[in-house]
């Protein structure tokens, strides 16, 4: 994983999550936020909360650049350079204006063992 955004679509393309305005009503409202990659480096950590589970926490990103006025009803993990969306999920309904900044704050994504 490479970068993480807000998008329109609850369930957008790769394309959606990367591409400024799509086409008029789906696109990424904050362009593409970096993240360092690796375990850890101030982006997200990695942790073992259960011993059948895996837990990456994503840490708080604040003063996010909004490159798009639209409602922000997801937030995506995305490969650089691929067209990969390697995690989806929704968040609270915010709107968002072009020139402004918006916060995101922590959360997380728990996988329990494969059976």
Same mark, same amino acid.
């Given at each position: 994983m490479g970068r993480r955004g807000l998008? +329109?679509?609850? $369930? /957008?393309t790769y394309n959606e999550c990367t591409t400024t305005s799509?086409?008029?009503? #789906?696109? =990424?409202? @904050?362009?593409?936020?970096?993240?360092?990659?690796?375990?850890?480096?101030?982006?997200? +950590?990695?942790? $073992? /909360?259960?011993?059948?589970?895996?837990?990456?926490?994503?840490?708080?990103?604040? #003063?996010? =650049?909004? @490159?798009?006025?639209?409602t922000a009803t997801g937030i995506a993990l995305v490969t650089s350079g691929t067209t990969t969306i390697n995690y989806m999920t929704t968040c609270t309904s915010q709107a968002l204006t072009s020139g402004n900044t918006v916060s995101v704050p922590s959360w997380t994504i728990t996988l329990a063992a494969a059976t």
């Open positions: 998008a +329109t679509a609850a $369930t /957008p799509v086409n008029g009503t #789906t696109g =990424a409202l @904050t362009g593409a936020i970096s993240m360092t990659i690796g375990a850890g480096n101030g982006d997200y +950590t990695l942790s $073992t /909360p259960a011993t059948t589970s895996r837990r990456l926490t994503m840490t708080a990103k604040a #003063t996010n =650049a909004v @490159t798009y006025t639209g």
